[in-house]
Structures are given as C-alpha cells and as structure tokens.
T-cell receptor
Framework: DVKVTQSSRYLVKRTGEKVFLECVQD?????MFWYRQDPGLGLRLIYF???????EKGDIPEGYSVSREKKERFSLILESASTNQTSMYLC?????????????FGQGTRLTVV | KQEVTQIPAALSVPEGENLVLNCSFT??????LQWFRQDPGKGLTSLLL?????REQTSGRLNASLDKSSGRSTLYIAASQPGDSATYLC????????????FGQGTELSVKP
C-alpha cells in the first residue's frame, strides 16, 4: 500500500517561530509537492521538487522554504511563522510525468500560528 | 493557462440516489485526470485516474468518464450512501511544471440517510 506520511496531524506554534513540516514517501517517487488549503481558496502549490536537492517555486512561495536532501523526504520550512500561515498543509508525491502518473497525498497537517 | 472548474460547489441527495459530479478543464492537452476524495480535516485520497486515451474508468460504485475534446469529466456515484459524504476534487497535471496538479474547487457532497 502506497504511503505518504506527514510528521504531524496538528501543530500549534507561536508567531516568529521557525517551523518544520516533514513529509516522507515510500514509493521511490521523483516528484514531491507541498500545498496549502484554505476555505474558499482551494489548494495552492507552495513548492515542488522533481529530484534530490532540486526545487521550484509554486504559486505562493513567500514566507516558505523547502529542503530535499533525500529522495524520500521533503521538508517545508516556515522561516518565521505568522498568523496568516495558519492553514492545512498537504504533501504529495508522484512519479515522473506519464499518462499513468498518479499523485498520492499525506494525511495533512493542520497548523495554527498564535 | 489551464483552469479546472467543478460544478456544483455543493450537493445534497437522499441515500440510494445515483449522482453525477462535473469537472471541466480549459486546455484539452492533458495526460490524465485524477479524482480525489477528501473527508473533513483529512488529506486527499485518490479515487480514480483516467488516462487521456481512455473514455471511462471504474472502481466499485464509481465511474469516471473523460471527454478531452469538450474538456469535461464526470464522476458517477451509483446508489449513494451516507459514507460517501465528502468533498470530491478533480485535478489535471501540468507537466511544464513538474507534474504540478491543477485542482478544481471541489464539490461538497452530503448524502442524507
């Protein structure tokens, strides 16, 4: 059974803290993604990575950075958490693009910044 | 620029009814289309992947169709059950950006007992 695992289901952090969200996949996928999901705004891509140490900005990268030191692990970093980063964060992975490429998601991390 | 739209935004039906969820996309040059289910506060679960060369894909009570030329996909749910209540999202990958998925806004389905 394929699996994408996010390190936390719920997190509460203080404004200004540095926050790490971790994601691990066991499918040997090349691509990994971080999305955030907010009511009325849908899913928005923050960053993605198509290989180890490679990253590309998505639609809303401001205030975030990422790290991919190993193929199976993709970390999202909030350099200095702010209240407007309170959201549901979703990690996904997929293989290199073909007609058979299917994306799989983790269970989500609900982050609250106070 | 690819845009994905889902109609309706919300749907409430009595248990046992057959129903159709709609997804439309503006650029027909797609590799595939994926349907997901999301329960409140949870991640996305992949339901069906339909390749660009396929017309239909079935899994249990779910049937997804794809018409690339008209830019439309439908998800048919037969004999709906209260456990089907969730938000359903469709998505297409954008391979010029590493397979980034472009999502519709979703249809929130409520099946009443």
């Amino acid at each position: 059974d394929v699996k994408v695992t996010q390190s936390s289901r719920y997190l509460v952090k203080r404004t200004g803290e540095k926050v790490f969200l971790e994601c691990v996949q066991d499918m040997d996928h090349e691509n990994m993604f971080w999305y955030r999901q907010d009511p009325g705004l849908g899913l928005r891509l923050i960053y993605f990575s198509y290989d180890v140490k490679m990253k590309e900005k998505g639609d809303i990268p401001e205030g975030y950075s990422v790290s991919r030191e190993k193929k199976e692990r993709f970390s999202l970093i909030l350099e200095s958490a702010s209240t407007n980063q309170t959201s549901m964060y979703l990690c996904a992975s997929s293989s290199i693009g073909t007609v058979n490429t299917e994306a799989f998601f983790g269970q989500g991390t609900r982050l609250t910044v106070v | 620029k690819q845009e994905v739209t889902q109609i309706p935004a919300a749907l409430s039906v009595p248990e046992g009814e057959n129903l159709v969820l709609n997804c439309s996309f503006t650029d027909s040059a797609i590799y595939n289309l994926q349907w997901f289910r999301q329960d409140p506060g949870k991640g996305l679960t992949s339901l069906l992947l339909i390749q660009s060369s396929q017309r239909e894909q079935t899994s249990g009570r779910l049937n997804a169709s794809l018409d690339k030329s008209s830019g439309r996909s439908t998800l048919y749910i037969a004999a709906s059950q209260p456990g089907d209540s969730a938000t359903y999202l469709c998505a297409v990958p954008f391979y010029n950006q590493g397979g980034k998925l472009i999502f519709g806004q979703g249809t929130e389905l409520s099946v009443k007992p």
